[in-house]
C-alpha cells in the first residue's frame, strides 16, 4: 500500500508501451491515459494516510509526502483532461508522449518520498530526463524548429543545475560520511560555520531553484516555454514546481541555528526572482513566455515563506505553491484550449474571447487577477499570509519590495483580460471547449475561490502536513 | 471589545446588506433575458435601500461606539475576524450608497445596450464591496473588499466606457492598486504591533513611535489621497470619469472618492496622531493647491463631463481641508460635504449622462441652447448647478460654510487662501450652466431634442429633495455624525495633551 502510487504509474507506463507497439488512434489511447491518470490519482488518495519507511530508509513515506503526491497526480490528471488533444504533438507519437509524461510523474513522486542523496538525484534526474524528450516532441512547425531549441536548451541548463547539485552533494557526502538525509543534517548542524557546509547546502538547493525556476536558475523559463507545445508548458509549469517546493521544505526545514546564515542568499534569490520576473514579463507578447516570467516572479514569494524557517511559513509556502498551480492551470487550460493547431498563443489571440467564449474568458480573467493577488481569490490570500509571515520574522524590506511587485505585476495580467474582454474577436474563430475541459474550468474556478476566501483549513491542513517532517 | 454595541433587533443587518446584492449579482449569472437583469437589479438594489432605513432609525446618535455590530472569527490562525459596524462617521455614507445605487440602475435602463446582465453583476458586486468598505471594522477585510471593488469598477469602465476606456480603466486600476500595496504592508506592521490583531478599534489611539506614525501615515496617505483624489494624485479621476458610463461616473463621484476621505478619518487620524499633527499642514496646503487647481481647470473645459470630474477635485479638496484642521466644525463639515459631493455631484453626472443619450456628445458646444427645448431638463441642472458653488439654501452651503468657519478657526491666511476656490466654483458651474440654457447665437439646431422623461425624472428628483432638505434643516444630519466626531476629535487632542505632558516630564 504504501508504494501503490508507484506501482501503479510504473503498470501505467507499460500498458502505454504495450499500446505504442500496435496501431491504436488517438482518442483511445487519449481515454486510456485519462483513465490511468485516474487510477493513479485514486491510488494516491488510497495510500492516503500510510506511512513507513522502504528501501533500507531511503524511501520516506509520511502525511508530507502523500499529499504532495496526492496533489502532483491530482495536477497531472488535470493536464491530462484539458490537454487531451495534444493538439501539438504528432498522433504517431502520443503513446509514447503518454509514456514520458507518466514516467516523469513518477520521478517527481519518488523525489518527494526520498530522504536520500543518492535516491533524490535518481528520481530527479528520472523526473527530469522525460521531460527533456517531452519538449522536442512538438510537431514541427515550419522551418525554425524551435522545439529542438528549447529541448537542447532545457537539457544544458538542467544538466548544469544537477551538475550544480551533485558537487553539492559530493561536499556533503565528503563533510559527513554519509548520504541520508537525516545523518548528514544531523552532522553538518555542528559545522554550519564552515564556507564548504553552507556551499554545499546552496548547491544541493540549486538543483532545486532550476525545478521551480529561482533566480539564478532560471534561464530555461521562456525559451522552453515557448518552445515545448502548449500540454507540456502546462505540465512544465505545475507538476514539477510542486515536488521542488516539497524538496526545497523537507531540506531547508532540516537546516537549523548557525546554518540559517543561508538566509540571506535565499532572500537575494527571492526579490531579485521577484524584480526579475516581472519585469521582463512586462514586455512580452507570448502569453507563455509571459505566464514563464510570472512564474519566475511567484517562485520568489514561495521561497518568501520558506526563508522564514517557520513552520507557518512552510506552510504558506505549500499553500502558495499549491494556489499558484490551480491558477496557472486555469490560465493553460485556456490556452490549451484557444489554440486551433497546437500553435503558441499571442495575446493578441485573445481578443474578444468574451464573444468567442464565455467561459474560457472567465476563467482566464479569473486566473489572472488571482495570480496578479487581487481578492478574494486565492493569490491574495497566499500572498497576504507569506507577507504577513516575512514581516513577522521582521523581514521589512523584503516586504516591501515585494509588495511593490504586486504592483508591477498587475500590469501585465491586466493587459491581456483588457485583449480578452474590451477587443472585438475581429475574424477569429469561436472557441468550443469540449465537456470535461468545461467541468475542469469550473472546478479550478471553485478552487481558485473557496481557497481564497477560506484559507483557514487548507493552511491548518499544510501546517499538519509539515509538522510530520519536522 | 467595549467599543462595540450590538443592535438585538436588528442582529444581521449589516451582512444582510452587504451580501443580499452580491446574492442578487450570483443570480443574475444565470440569466439570458435583458428586460429580467434590469428589473431585477432594480429590485435588488431598491430592496437593499429599504432594508438600510431600519438602520437609521435605530441608530443610537448619543453614542460614539460601533453600532448593529456582528462579529465571527473568519480566520483563525491570522486571528482575521468578520466584524462589522457603523458608528457616525460611516453612517451616511452607507445611506448614500444604498440610495444612490437603485438610481444608477434606473440611470442605465436604456443607456446601457449591450451585455446588460453583465452591467448589473458588476454594478451589484460593487454595491456589495463598497457597504463592506464602510462597515468593515477587521483591517484585512476592510483591505480585501477595497481591493475587490477594483476588479468591477475595470470592467465597469472599460467595456461599457467612451473612446479612450482602454486607457482610462488601465490607469485607474494601476493608480488605485499601486497606492494600495504600501497600505498592506502598514496593515501587517500594525497586525504584529498589536498583539497579532486586525481588529481597527484596537489599533487606535496607541502609542507607536515618531518614526513608524510618518512611515504609516504616507503608506495611508499614499493609498487614500490617490483615492480621493488629491492634487497632485489626481490624474487618474479626469479620465476615468469621462470614459466612464454614466452610473460608473455616478458610483465613481458619489461613492468611491469618499473612501479616501473616509481613510483618513478612520484611519490615518485615530492610529498615527502624532504623525497627523506633524504632516497636517502639508496636507492642508496640498487641499488648497487642489481646491485652486481643480477650480482653474475647470474653468477651461469644454467637455462636460471633465468639467464636473475637475470639479470633483476642487470638492473634495474641500472635504480634505476640512478633515486636517481637525475642528468640529470643519470635520463635521467635512462628512456633511462628502455626502453632498456623493448628491450633487452625482446628480450632475446624471444630468449630463441625460444629453449625451440625446445628443451623443459631451462637447458643451453641442449642448448649447437646449433650455428652449428642455425645460425640466434645465430647471433640474440649474438647481444642482447651484448647488454645486454652495448657493445659501442647498447642501453645499452648509457643508462649505462648516468647513471655511472651521478653517478660519485653524487659520486665517488658510480660509482667505480657499476662499478664491468658492469664488471660481461659481465661475465655471454658471459658466457651463449659461451655455447649456442659453448659449450664443451660434447654437445648433436642437429643436428635434426631447425634455426628460418620467424615469429620468423619478432619477433625478430624489436627489433634488436631498438637495434642499440638507440645504435647509442639515440639523439632523449633524446630530448624526456629532457625537463620533467629538469623539474622535477629544481623543485625537487628548493624545496630543498627553503627549505634551509626558514630553514636559521628561524635560523637567
Excluded at chain 1, 554519509?178 to 548547491?203: C, D, F
Excluded at chain 1, 515585494?402 to 495580467?413: E, G, H, V
Excluded at chain 2, 454594478?123 to 471594522?137: H, K, Q, T
Excluded at chain 2, 433625478?460 to 440639523?475: D, T, Y
Aim: with cysteine; charged share 10%; hydrophobic share 55%.
Amino acid at each position: 500500500m504504501q508504494f501503490l502510487p508507484e506501482l501503479i504509474l510504473l503498470g501505467a507506463g507499460l500498458i502505454i508501451f504495450v499500446v505504442s507497439l500496435g496501431k491504436t488512434n488517438a482518442d483511445t489511447t487519449r481515454n486510456i491515459a485519462i483513465g490511468l491518470g485516474a487510477a493513479i490519482f485514486g491510488a494516491t488518495l488510497l495510500s492516503y494516510c500510510q506511512t513507513g519507511k522502504l528501501f533500507f530508509n531511503a524511501y520516506q513515506v509520511d502525511l508530507f509526502s502523500q499529499v504532495f503526491k496526492t496533489l502532483i497526480a491530482g495536477a497531472m490528471l488535470l493536464v491530462l483532461i484539458f490537454g487531451h488533444k495534444l493538439k501539438g504533438i504528432a498522433a504517431k507519437v502520443h503513446p509514447e508522449y503518454y509514456f514520458f509524461l507518466f514516467m516523469s510523474v513518477l520521478g517527481l513522486m519518488m523525489l518527494v518520498s526520498s530522504v536520500e542523496l543518492i535516491s533524490i538525484f535518481v528520481s530527479l534526474e528520472l523526473s527530469s530526463f522525460a521531460v527533456y524528450i517531452m519538449v522536442p516532441m512538438r510537431n514541427d512547425e515550419g522551418e525554425f524548429r524551435f522545439q529542438m531549441e528549447a529541448g537542447i536548451k532545457y537539457l544544458l541548463f538542467g544538466v548544469t543545475a544537477t551538475g550544480f547539485m551533485l558537487f553539492g552533494m559530493s561536499y556533503m557526502y565528503g563533510l559527513t560520511g554519509s548520504t541520508e538525509l537525516s545523518v548528514v543534517i544531523e552532522k553538518l548542524s555542528t559545522m554550519w560555520t564552515q564556507p564548504a557546509a553552507v556551499i554545499a547546502m546552496m548547491m544541493v538547493l540549486g538543483g532545486f531553484f532550476f525545478k521551480l525556476a529561482i533566480f539564478p536558475f532560471h534561464f530555461w523559463v521562456p525559451d522552453v516555454y515557448e518552445g515545448a507545445s502548449n500540454e507540456t508548458t502546462a505540465f512544465i509549469a505545475s507538476v514539477p514546481k510542486l515536488a521542488a517546493v516539497a524538496m526545497l521544505i523537507r531540506l531547508v526545514s532540516l537546516i537549523g541555528g548557525e546554518g540559517q546564515v543561508i538566509l540571506n542568499v535565499l532572500m537575494v534569490c527571492a526579490v531579485v526572482s521577484m524584480f526579475y520576473g516581472n519585469l521582463s514579463a512586462l514586455v512580452q507578447t507570448d502569453v507563455k513566455r509571459m505566464l514563464g516570467f510570472s512564474g519566475i516572479a511567484h517562485a520568489g514569494f514561495v521561497l518568501l515563506g520558506i526563508l522564514t524557517f517557520q513552520i507557518t511559513g512552510y506552510a504558506n509556502a505549500m499553500y502558495y505553491i499549491i494556489g499558484y498551480v490551480i491558477m496557472n492551470l486555469a490560465c493553460f487550460l485556456v490556452i490549451c484550449t484557444v489554440s486551433e493547431n497546437g500553435e503558441n498563443v499571442q495575446i493578441a489571440d485573445l481578443s474578444g474571447l468574451h464573444k468567442r467564449s464565455p467561459l474560457m474568458a472567465f476563467t482566464l480573467a479569473v486566473g489572472l487577477f488571482a495570480l496578479a493577488g487581487i481578492p478574494p481569490f486565492v493569490g491574495f490570500m497566499g500572498k497576504f499570509m507569506l507577507l504577513t509571515g516575512a514581516l513577522r520574522e521582521g523581514y521589512m524590506v523584503a516586504v516591501v519590495l515585494a509588495a511593490i511587485n504586486t504592483a508591477i505585476a498587475i500590469f501585465y495580467y491586466l493587459s491581456v483580460v483588457r485583449v480578452t474582454y474590451c477587443s472585438d474577436p475581429e475574424e477569429r474563430a469561436s472557441v468550443t471547449p469540449s465537456m470535461m475541459t468545461n467541468v475542469a474550468s469550473v472546478f479550478l474556478l471553485l478552487a481558485i475561490v473557496i481557497m481564497g476566501v477560506s484559507p483557514q483549513r487548507f493552511v491548518d491542513f499544510a501546517s499538519t502536513a509539515v509538522q510530520t517532517i519536522m | 471589545m467595549d467599543q462595540l454595541i450590538s443592535n438585538p433587533a436588528y442582529p444581521h443587518i449589516l451582512s444582510i446588506l452587504i451580501f443580499l446584492p452580491l446574492a442578487g449579482a450570483f443570480l443574475l449569472l444565470f440569466v439570458r433575458n435583458e428586460y429580467f437583469a434590469r428589473y431585477w437589479a432594480l429590485g435588488v438594489t431598491c430592496l437593499t435601500a429599504t432594508l438600510s432605513i431600519p438602520l437609521l432609525m435605530a441608530f443610537d446618535i448619543g453614542t460614539s461606539k460601533f453600532q448593529f455590530v456582528e462579529q465571527a472569527t473568519w480566520i483563525k490562525s491570522l486571528n482575521i475576524q468578520y466584524v462589522v459596524g457603523v458608528d457616525g462617521i460611516s453612517i451616511l455614507l452607507v445611506l448614500l450608497t444604498t440610495f444612490i445605487m437603485p438610481l444608477c440602475v434606473i440611470a442605465s435602463w436604456s443607456y446601457i445596450k449591450t451585455r446588460v446582465q453583465a452591467f448589473m453583476v458588476c454594478l451589484l458586486i460593487m454595491e456589495s464591496a463598497m457597504l463592506g468598505v464602510f462597515v468593515a471594522l477587521d483591517f484585512v477585510l476592510f483591505y480585501i473588499l477595497w481591493e475587490a471593488m477594483l476588479i468591477p469598477m475595470y470592467m465597469l469602465i472599460a467595456i461599457w466606457g467612451g473612446p479612450r476606456k482602454i486607457y482610462a480603466s488601465i490607469k485607474f486600476f494601476l493608480y488605485t492598486l499601486a497606492g494600495s500595496v504600501l497600505l498592506l504592508v502598514a496593515i501587517i506592521w500594525l497586525y504584529i504591533h498589536n498583539d497579532y490583531s486586525f481588529f481597527i478599534p484596537d489599533m487606535m489611539w496607541q502609542n507607536y513611535s515618531s518614526t513608524a506614525q510618518i512611515l504609516l501615515f504616507l503608506a495611508f496617505f499614499l493609498a487614500f489621497a490617490i483615492k480621493v483624489p488629491m492634487f497632485p494624485f489626481h490624474t487618474w479621476l479626469p479620465a476615468a470619469h469621462v470614459e466612464a458610463p454614466t452610473a460608473g461616473s455616478v458610483i465613481l463621484a458619489s461613492v468611491l472618492l469618499k473612501m479616501g476621505t473616509y481613510g483618513f478619518l478612520r484611519f490615518a487620524i485615530p492610529i498615527t496622531p502624532e504623525a497627523t499633527m506633524t504632516l497636517a499642514p502639508y496636507v492642508l496646503w496640498l487641499s488648497i493647491a487642489g481646491i485652486m487647481y481643480g477650480g482653474f481647470t475647470a474653468l477651461a473645459q469644454h467637455d462636460m463631463k471633465k468639467l464636473i470630474a475637475y470639479s470633483s477635485v476642487g470638492h473634495m479638496g474641500f472635504v480634505t481641508l476640512g478633515i486636517f484642521v481637525l475642528n468640529t466644525n470643519g470635520v463635521e463639515g467635512a462628512i456633511l460635504q462628502m455626502i453632498n459631493h456623493g448628491i450633487t455631484t452625482g446628480a450632475l453626472f446624471l444630468c449630463i449622462g441625460m444629453i449625451y443619450e440625446r445628443t451623443h456628445s459631451r462637447e458643451l458646444r453641442d449642448a448649447t441652447g437646449v433650455g428652449k427645448h428642455m425645460p425640466i431638463y434645465v430647471t433640474f441642472l440649474t438647481f444642482f448647478s447651484l448647488s454645486s458653488f454652495g448657493f445659501p439654501a442647498t447642501n453645499s452651503f452648509v457643508g462649505e460654510f462648516l468647513i471655511i468657519a472651521g478653517t478660519f478657526e485653524h487659520s486665517t491666511v488658510l480660509a482667505l487662501a480657499c476662499i478664491p476656490g468658492a469664488v471660481l466654483a461659481a465661475a465655471y458651474m454658471l459658466r457651463m450652466l449659461q451655455k447649456i440654457i442659453w448659449g450664443g447665437t451660434d447654437n445648433p439646431d436642437q429643436s428635434w431634442i426631447t425634455d426628460l422623461n418620467a424615469r429620468e425624472i423619478v432619477t433625478l428628483a430624489p436627489l433634488l429633495f436631498f438637495v434642499f432638505w440638507i440645504g435647509l434643516g442639515a440639523q439632523p444630519f449633524i446630530d448624526l455624525i456629532h457625537v463620533s466626531v467629538e469623539n474622535l476629535l477629544t481623543n485625537y487632542h487628548g493624545f496630543h495633551s498627553q503627549a505634551v505632558a509626558v514630553t514636559e516630564l521628561i524635560i523637567h
